[in-house]
C-alpha cells in the first residue's frame, strides 16, 4: 500500500506557472508507473502525464508546457505547469500503477490540489 499527498496548488493568473508534488510514502517499491490527472468541475478526469523508467507522455494540451518529473531519492512526483490557462483550471491528483506506464492501472490516488488560473 502507498499513500501520495499532493501540494503546490493554488491561485495563478493566465500565463503563470506553478508546480505541483506529490509525496510517496508507504511500501514504494513496485509502483512503476506515475501519473497526474485532472479534473474540472463538471468535466471527466483527464489524464495529463506519465512518467516510468523509461519514458514520458503528456496529454496534448499541455504537451510543451507541463513536465513531469520524479526524484526517486525524495520518494517525489512533481508537475511543473507553465504558461497556464484558465482551460487549466481543476482539481490535480497523481496516482500510482503497479506496472508499466504502456498498461498501467492506477490502483493509488491522492486527495488532490486545487489549481486555479484566471
Known amino acids: 500500500h502507498v499513500q501520495l499527498v499532493e501540494s503546490g496548488g493554488g491561485s495563478v493568473q493566465t500565463g503563470g506557472s506553478l508546480r505541483l508534488s506529490c509525496a510517496v510514502a508507504?511500501?514504494?517499491?513496485?509502483?512503476?508507473?506515475m501519473g497526474w490527472f485532472r479534473q474540472a468541475q463538471g468535466k471527466e478526469r483527464e489524464k495529463v502525464a506519465t512518467?516510468?523508467?523509461?519514458?514520458?507522455t503528456y496529454a496534448d494540451s499541455v504537451k510543451g508546457r507541463f513536465t513531469i518529473s520524479k526524484d526517486n531519492s525524495k520518494n517525489t512526483l512533481y508537475l511543473q505547469m507553465n504558461s497556464l490557462t484558465p482551460e487549466d483550471t481543476a482539481m490535480y491528483y497523481c496516482?500510482?500503477?503497479?506496472?508499466?506506464?504502456?498498461?498501467?492501472?492506477?490502483?493509488?490516488w491522492g486527495q488532490g490540489t486545487q489549481v486555479t488560473v484566471s
Open positions: 496516482a500510482a500503477s503497479p506496472s508499466w506506464c504502456y498498461a498501467a492501472v492506477f490502483r493509488s
Open positions: 508507504g511500501y514504494t517499491r513496485g509502483w512503476y508507473c
Open positions: 512518467i516510468d523508467s523509461s519514458a514520458t
